[in-house]
């Protein structure tokens, strides 16, 4: 059974930087691609960014060019550098391995303007 806990979050101005991490457990870390979504209040929950177990990455384009995902497969951790964040940024971010159904509880993210 996948296990999956985010940290990281907190309440920063725009423009400010977060780091978010989460730690998995459950299954065979290195093999699985990786990806952060958020849900912000009142909307549907979308993907942010994807890591493939080669470190192959994807971004959704609202994103690109101020979020990084990286992973260390020692570790069992997906990490998401956030830049320049915005208070569209604002949401619950959480992680998920790809191909199973598992969430964990999220962390949330406030930016104000």
């Known amino acids: 059974q996948v296990q999956l806990v985010e940290s990281g979050g907190g309440l920063v101005p725009a423009g400010g930087s977060l780091s978010l991490s989460c730690a998995a457990s459950g299954s065979d870390f290195s093999i699985n691609a990786m990806g952060w979504y958020r849900q912000a209040p009142g909307k549907q929950r979308e993907l942010v960014a994807t890591?493939?177990?080669?470190?192959?990455?994807y971004y959704v384009n609202s994103v690109k060019g101020r979020f990084t995902i990286s992973r260390d497969n020692a570790k069992n951790t997906v990490y998401l550098q956030m830049n320049s964040l915005k208070p569209e940024d604002t949401a619950v971010y959480y992680c998920?391995?790809?191909?199973?159904?598992?969430w964990g509880q999220g962390t949330q993210v406030t930016v104000s303007s």
């Open positions: 890591i493939t177990k080669g470190g192959s990455t």
């Open positions: 998920k391995m790809l191909g199973f159904f598992a």
